[in-house]
T-cell receptor, first 112, second 112 residues
């Protein structure tokens, strides 16, 4: 199983809403990532979890709150977002060390 | 700071017209260079990992090579289904966690 599953695929939310993005993997990978991707731009790293602990936070605004409840799940909690936060949010996982990352299909988020 | 630059930004080829995409990088201690393919609105799909200068990897019409300063993705006799954005990424360590830094990508269009 080399699949990373992200839900929902699409999400429209108002600026006062609270929502969560979910990511699930069953590959036994211990490094998990959240990336944000705007149109025609490369993925931009937001957070890295290593062995369920937050290892890297790329100075992301506090309206984005990551959570890693166990080794298979990664959540991104969203609150009071701005329209400029609209983007494709990608989850990725990999083995520790030098290894390729596997990406989910992303959640297309629109903030209205 | 790690930097990854890809060229050209966009490339239009006719079916069967071979070409190469370039990925130039500046990193403090390359741990791995990765090539991905991304279709619109989807997550990146892993293609190749290159670890050291001189290494080559091949898959169907694609061949990736690595030197000390750059990597090339050669596309031989491309077909319309090869149309996508091709991303390269380098792996570096921040503390105990590793992260991928992506280049800006090359948008490839293959026409009949």
């Amino acid at each position: 199983d080399t699949e990373v599953t992200q839900t929902p695929k699409h999400l429209v939310m108002g600026m006062t809403n609270k929502k969560s993005l979910k990511c699930e993997q069953h590959m036994g990978h211990r490094a998990m990532y959240w990336y944000k991707q705007k149109a025609k731009k490369p993925p931009e790293l937001m957070f890295v979890y290593s062995y369920e602990k937050l290892s890297i936070n790329e100075s992301v605004p506090s309206r984005f709150s990551p959570e890693c409840p166990n080794s298979s799940l990664l959540n991104l909690h969203l609150h009071a977002l701005q329209p400029e936060d609209s983007a494709l949010y990608l989850c990725a996982t990999k083995n520790e060390g030098i290894a390729e990352a596997f990406f989910g299909q992303g959640t297309r988020l629109t903030v209205v | 700071e790690d930097q990854v630059t890809q060229s050209p930004e966009a490339l239009r080829l006719q079916e069967g017209e071979s070409s190469s995409l370039n990925c130039s990088y500046t990193v403090s201690g390359l741990r791995g260079l990765f090539w991905y393919r991304q279709d619109p609105g989807k997550g990146p799909e892993f293609l190749f990992t290159l670890y050291s200068a001189g290494e080559e990897k091949e898959k169907e019409r694609l061949k990736a090579t690595l030197t000390k300063k750059e990597s090339f993705l050669h596309i031989t006799a491309p077909k319309p289904e090869d149309s996508a954005t091709y991303l390269c990424a380098v792996q570096a360590y921040s503390g105990t966690a590793s992260k991928l830094t992506f280049g800006t990508g090359t948008r490839l269009q293959v026409t009949l």
